[in-house]
């Protein structure tokens, strides 16, 4: 049931994100510009608390500060992530499921918790904060889901990155392989052949070079700010970022 669950979601997601939806200038959205956007928007809600927090504070500037993010539509955004996944085939076939599955949990914890904090304070009070399955566990997943993408991206609009199996592989091997036990690296690894090429990712994503260039840069920006907000987060309470 949870598998099939599963590809409803996924099916939901993509119908969901091909919408033929006009933007304010007149072009059709895509997955990739809904996903910059909705990232975008929480970004510069990140950076008007903490230029808030800044004045507040004499304008000392604290990296290690974190606004506290409310839980549901951080999820709503992380969820328009998932088509991405879907679109790099079989190699990240268990990212895509891992992801999807954590974003869903959070989603439903958004019921009862307010605000990320919020859910890793109760882990902190029940001590789950790395027990398998805790909303703050599965949050750690999903911040590293985001950064794969981020990290996809920024490799893919490199010139040393020509191909999409190269700049996939250099991502998965810095953000996630860390983590990943021996199998599903040896999964991942085999099913970088399975990847599509440059061109027909675009193709899948709806987007030119020209266009995927910006909207990839908007997200590797935007989500930048998220990811280390999450992190601050982590720090912030004496958990660390190592696992």
């Known amino acids: 049931m949870a598998l099939l669950s599963y590809f409803r979601d996924r099916e939901k997601i993509r119908k969901m994100n091909n919408e033929d939806a006009a933007n304010k200038d007149g072009k059709k959205e895509t997955p990739l510009s809904s996903i910059a956007q909705a990232f975008e928007e929480i970004s510069d809600l990140i950076n008007k608390n903490k230029k808030g927090n800044d004045n507040n504070n004499n304008n000392n500037n604290n990296d290690n500060e974190f606004v506290d993010l409310r839980l549901k539509p951080f999820c709503e955004a992380c969820t328009l992530v998932s088509v991405l996944f879907g679109c790099l085939g079989m190699a990240f076939k268990f990212a895509e499921m891992e992801y999807t599955a954590k974003v869903r ?22 001590k789950t904060v790395k027990s398998p399955g805790s909303h703050t566990r599965n949050l750690r997943r999903v911040r590293q889901g985001l950064d794969l993408i ?48 440059r061109d027909q990712l675009l193709v899948n994503i709806n987007e030119t070079d020209k ?33």
């Open 150 to 197: 981020r990290e996809l991206f920024q490799n893919f609009l490199s010139s040393e990155n020509h191909t999409l199996k190269k700049a996939a592989t250099t991502a998965y091997q810095q953000v996630c392989a860390p983590y990943h036990t021996w199998a599903v690296r040896t999964a991942v690894s085999a099913g970088m052949c399975t990847l599509p090429t």
């Open 105 to 126: 949990d959070l989603l439903e914890a958004s019921k009862k918790f307010n605000t990320l904090s919020s859910v890793v304070d109760h882990d902190l009070k029940n």
């Open 211 to 243: 266009s995927a260039e910006k909207e990839m840069r908007r997200y590797i920006k935007a989500s930048l700010d998220v990811i280390k907000t999450i992190d601050n987060l982590y720090i912030s309470r004496g958990i660390t970022l190592d696992w």
